[in-house]
């Protein structure tokens, strides 16, 4: 019910009247059909009730009367229904768009400590089945249960007043009777039929690893180790199989028990009341029929039931996204970042991503407007930390960041995120066109935009040599292009984007150093003029930075410029060493 209260604005939106009319009119077409679905065994039985007598004027005149009005009610309760359908085919897939939209944008919002913790694939998952669970409870339980609910309280209604309360109590009883045995055999159903399919795939992953494992079979001989493990797994798939159809087989006995039974017993309460001239053979006829068309939804129920209940199983775990906490958000009274200069600097901050595990102890140091500080240390040491807190994925426990005076926790995320540009160690395109990574630094520059980014970050050139030009398409996550070429496409993107402070996170790490050398010229043409942080892992990489600083074990442990810092012979020294011979040891090699 919860969840159902939660999808419940989304078909009543506010500040929407044309959906909130459309829901309306949807109701009042879905009473209409019911209506007339229910009136028509009242024609059907006056008919019945009309050919009986042995006057030819009656039976020419009376019945063909009735049986337009047959036509035309039967003829309505379809159109009803159509119509009801298409008026609210657009209130459905609204709320399915809006569900799925504020999921998506709410995803967007939280932390990356939940995307971290999260698997992106799952989230994706989530959002598609729960719009899948949106249209599968609205179609069935709109369409299916509700109306189907009220056709017997119809119906009950009406046979009460043709007939009397007996009547209607047996035909209430056994529809009622009817939904509560096919809903209970339908959820133990539910559990074998889930362990059929848990056997299915199993028996799919065997005979999927085996075949992937061609070679290892042959080379050990075990071709009849893997036919008996896929033997086995169909085994168990085939005996899980038979439980499912013997189920399903004992559930239409069972209905078909309680529909047999409920019918004889309004026959023989009908007939009786036949013969003893308290019913016409129409009113006979009539009370079939209602008990007949009560029981034709019903046929699905099962199936309607166990969809509802996985439909709203998903949509819980959707709605349930959207009430995770932002654990980083703006202020009430959070202003847009003013950047005059560009100057960042760090005061006492202290961060860890998990309270008993702090990374960052005490980190004090300014990066002047227009300079370059090289960030370095050993593997854990927090150089990364540095970069997401100034972007501000997390919020620093203790200590302030200010860019040109500003607490960056006094403004809004989006002006903080559109003064920082970012070049990572790990360049990840979309898939699509080259001319479209690049313009995702800013979306809707031109293509005379796009390509002067592209020359200052000296890919034009490979990107005009290629047969579709900027038209090419990267594949999955950029895999059609060299880690050079990514790396100078997501330069460009930055380029493009042209923020006032720039961080290099191990931007040319992962590359060999010839291509590092020509990613590092383009590098330095971005970073002109620009407040810079590199993250560093090649020390070779920031001897022209204006400062080094030196992190170990969450502290400031040494700055200063190349030439000092070599000269202390200290922790930086040493790492300088130990990447010169490092580097050596392939040279000898060769």
Known sequence: MATVRTLLPYLWPDGDPGAKARV??????LLLAKLATVYVP?????????????????????????????????????????????????VQQRAVRTAA????????????????????G?????????????QSVLRLAVFNVVPTVIELLLVTAIIWHLFDWRFAAITFGAVVSYAGFTMSFATWRSRIRRTMNDQDNDASTKALDSLLNYETVKYFGNEPHEVARYDAALARYERAAVRVQVSLNLLNIGQAFIIAGGLTLIMLMATREVRGGGMTVGQFVLVNTYLMQLYQPLGFLGMVYMTIKQGLVDMEQMFHLLEVDREVADRPDARALAVHQGEVRFEGVQFGYRPDRPILKGIDFTVPAGRKLAIVGPTGAGKSTISRLLFRFYDATQGRIH???????????????????????????????????????????????IEYAARSAQVHDFIVSLPDGYDTRVGERGLKLSGGEKQRVAIARTILKDPRILILDEATSALD?????????????????RTTLVIAHRLSTVVDADEIIVLADGRVAERGRHAALLARDGLYARMWALQAEQETEPEIAD
């Not at 607490?407 to 979309?430: K, N």
Request: without cysteine.
């Open 42 to 90: 009242v024609i059907y039985g006056r008919i019945v009730d009309a050919l009986a007598p042995k006057d030819s004027t009656a039976l020419l005149a009376i019945p063909l009367g009735l049986v337009i009005a047959y036509g035309l009610v039967r003829m309505g309760a379809a159109v009803f229904g159509e119509l009801r359908d298409a008026l609210f085919a657009k």
């Open 122 to 134: 799952a989230l994706a998952r989530a959002i598609d089945r729960g719009s899948q669970g949106i």
């Open 403 to 449: 860019i040109d005076g500003q607490d960056i926790r006094d403004v809004t995320q989006e002006s903080l995120r559109a003064a920082i540009g970012v070049v990572p160690q790990d360049t990840v395109l979309f898939n699509d066109t080259i001319r479209y990574n690049i313009a995702y630094g800013r979306v809707g520059a031109t293509q005379d935009e």
């Open 101 to 120: 939209r504020r999921t998506f944008e709410h995803l967007h919002a939280l932390s990356l400590r939940f995307h971290l913790d999260r698997q992106t």
């Open 513 to 529: 150093t010839r291509t590092e050398q020509d990613i590092q010229a383009a590098l330095r043409a971005v970073a002109r003029h």
């Open 24 to 29: 309306v009119l949807a109701m009042g077409l």
